[in-house]
């Protein structure tokens, strides 16, 4: 009997519903924005994983590059071969949704999310692309904290920096395969799609609040008729009904005329 799990040159894909399937494009732009995922690679019977900041950028024939890099004692370090695939997934926010949420009846709780697959080789950094790479990778996030001055190797010691770099290793993989699934209710009616939207963005937490404003970016009309619907409605209530001073003033007007007159 042949084993369920070997399939020849057949591989197992990231299982993505077709509503759900980004483009190349916009999973690497994920991925780049994110800068943050976990590495995960095979030793022998047993996968071996590390959560770690990486830096996407590109080799000369256009082929994504996405570099990082570990602690020497990282058993990651020896299974770096050039030749073994890995896998970096990269995960966004992710929230829960009550199946209270949707207008329409008969409908299950489910979770939202963003995530990003990438798989390929991964070789190690030579001594002279360590250098480079850690000042790409600091200031890009340096970066995200303007107007603050960024912080760089410079500011340190020779001889500090030079103990550190020694206490890492610089890992690219040549990125092969790009997946992605954005779980975001494309599926849904546009009623429910609102409906859970606005309940993502009513909670406290961030991630599903960052969740509510993408699915916002993913159907705009629907929500631009319905802030045009709340300020009409605002509008006409403005419009149509006497304010607190001038219920006041009516109700003044009127304590103050004879019994029986006629306004």
Not at 149 to 156: D, E, L
Not at 161 to 183: C, N, P, Q, R, Y
Not at 201 to 219: F, H, K, Y
């Amino acid at each position: 009997m042949s084993n369920p799990l070997h399939y020849g040159k057949q591989e197992l894909k990231m299982y993505v519903p077709p509503m759900f399937k980004p483009d190349r494009a916009a999973s690497l732009g994920f991925a780049q924005a994110r800068g943050f995922g976990t590495v995960c690679a095979r030793d022998g019977n047993k996968p071996v994983a590390s959560s770690l900041p990486f830096i996407l950028t590109s080799a000369a024939d256009g082929t994504p590059l996405a570099a990082f890099h570990v602690a020497r004692g990282n058993p990651l370090a020896g299974l770096a071969d050039g030749h073994s695939s890995w896998l970096l997934a990269v995960n966004g926010a992710d929230a829960y949704v009550s199946a209270d949420w949707y207008v329409s009846p008969d409908q299950v709780p489910t979770w939202l999310y963003q995530a990003v697959h990438l798989t390929g080789p991964v070789r190690k950094q030579s001594d002279s692309e360590l250098g480079p790479h850690l000042d790409a990778l600091s200031a890009k996030f340096e970066n995200w904290l303007a107007p603050k001055p960024p912080w760089a190797a410079s500011k340190m010691t020779a001889a500090r920096l030079d103990t550190l770099k020694k206490a890492i290793v610089g890992l690219v993989m040549t990125v092969e395969e790009v997946e992605g699934s954005f779980k975001l209710n494309q599926h849904k009616s546009d009623v429910d799609y609102v409906a859970v939207s606005n309940a993502l963005a009513s909670q406290a937490d961030a991630g599903a609040q960052q969740l509510a404003r993408t699915m916002r970016e993913l159907r705009p009309q629907l929500f631009d008729a319905q802030t045009a619907q709340l300020n009409a409605g605002a509008f006409s209530i403005e419009v149509g009904a006497p304010s607190h001073e001038e219920k006041t003033s009516n109700n003044n007007l009127e304590s103050s005329m004879p019994e029986g007159t006629v306004s």
